[in-house]
């Protein structure tokens, strides 16, 4: 890099940190000078409760479970665990189909089993977050059944019911996420109800506002039970076009031999923006968070999930990140894309409908070395990182191998194209014992054999895990305040395999740099000439190591050094 273009991105981000201070007195419940929020000094930690720790031994996670491991989480560094829906369902999607918002499923225990949990979590600095399915219920809702039941019932406009088109014929051309119609006839009153998901999951009509009511009392409704805030649920799909026009066909065939379409008229319409400043402004009065799943196809619709007055999302996460290839051209260029953007940017790498990140990058060879190059970058990027579980201990994905194996409907339905979603919710691996650990009874889902070289207890003891990596480097982003509070600057930015940058916060300063090639790098930051040296060391792999200005780099190795004023 040239030294000219040094001296000028450090201005910029002492300006930019000075304006950031500026605005910092009046921000109310800031946790520093920044005017930062909780959550955005938090590590975030998704559990799927169904795979987390089953305490009663019945082959399913539970509440209880999570209890007992929260020790575990603080250790780790966790400060926030966003829970996967726990409430009662008939678990035709595992949960997203939600029979009662305000309650527990006695598979994962109950009412005072949560009281518990936020109780004992809290005592820990660990906040939970529920998951919140917006876009629709399950069919056996006390909802729905009434909805159902006849034209004139009391709920039958908190769904989307129309007429066919003819005598068999849906309304229109719309085709579920899950495959097929997005319409299903209902015989007790002739008419096609809307799901974008599953049947088992109708759509709420967002349009009526006692559906609004009922669902922002919802959330007040575990606010007061203690909940920090959610993650809401396929937020992108919340309405749809009242005149339903079809969807324009475009080329190809979905895993399900359905035609594709482009989305037009039942995604991201813009009244999901009235909703979710709705939610908000819930949200605000008890110090909340939202947290979106928002599938963005580029950073501009990103954008406007945080609302144009901040008044939406504070967390829409960017899973965009999640489609990147393991490249450091094309991770710089979305990081800095997203950097200034303006919003504060959240991270994710897996989630519990995505393949881990360990064997979508690994090579099968070096995974463990791709696993803390990951870690080393969104744990330390500007922004929230939302972990997955099994991720700190380079958990892998493993899909089943026989269609009679598959519990993710979506992977009956799609094999073998679509194998569903099993491979990623497979038990937490605790320790070399049967089941690892997780159950005495056979799991719901088989343990992967991964489970003796990776698991919790064992990599606990070898300071080389990817376990002890993810600890060390959770454990700098909570003390550095260049990692929590400072400013990200691009280094080095033609290098086609190191990707590296500084976080800056006033005369502190993080430098990051991470080999996502399989050869050994050497790189010169020239960082000398601009009042900087590189230094102490804070984190790396074994044979990555800096000599005054210059960084060696094994491969897939990691250099993250503390630099000290010249
Ligand atoms: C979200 C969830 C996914 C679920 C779907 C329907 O995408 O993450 O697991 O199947 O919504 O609720």
Redesign the pocket.
Known sequence: MKPRFVFAVMVAAFVCASLLSSSAQTSPNAVDAEGHQWWQHAVFYEIYPRSFADSNNDGIGDLKGITSKLDYLRDLGVDAVWI??CFPSPQV??G??VSDYENIDPMYGTLADFDTLASEAKKRNIRIIL?F?V??SSDQHKWFIDSRSSKTAEHRDWYIWRDGKGPGQPPNNWVS??GGSAWKFDPTTNQFYYH???AE?PDLNWRNPAVKDAMLDVTRWWYHRGVAGFRL??VDTLFEDPGLHDNPVVPGKNAYGDPLQERKYNTKLPEVHDVLRGLRQVADGSGAVLIG?T?TKDISELRQYYGDHSDELQMPMDLMFTKLRFSAPEFRQHIAAVDVAGGWPVYVIS???IVRSYDRYGDGQHNDQIARVMAALYLTLRGTPIMYYGEEIGMKTTPPTRKEDVKDP?GKRGWPKEKG?DGERTPMQWDRSENAGFSKATPWLPVPPTYKTHNVADELKDKNSVLEFYKRVLSLRHTSRALLDGSYIALNENDPNVLSYLRIYKDQAVLVALNMSGSTQKVDFELSHHGFSSSKALASTPKSSAHGDAVTLEPFGVFIGELSKK
């Open positions: 996967t829906p999607d595992f997203y189909d998951d399915v876009n629709h996420e899950f974008f998901f599953y999951q649920d396929a799943e599938w989630n519990h409908d979506i979603r």
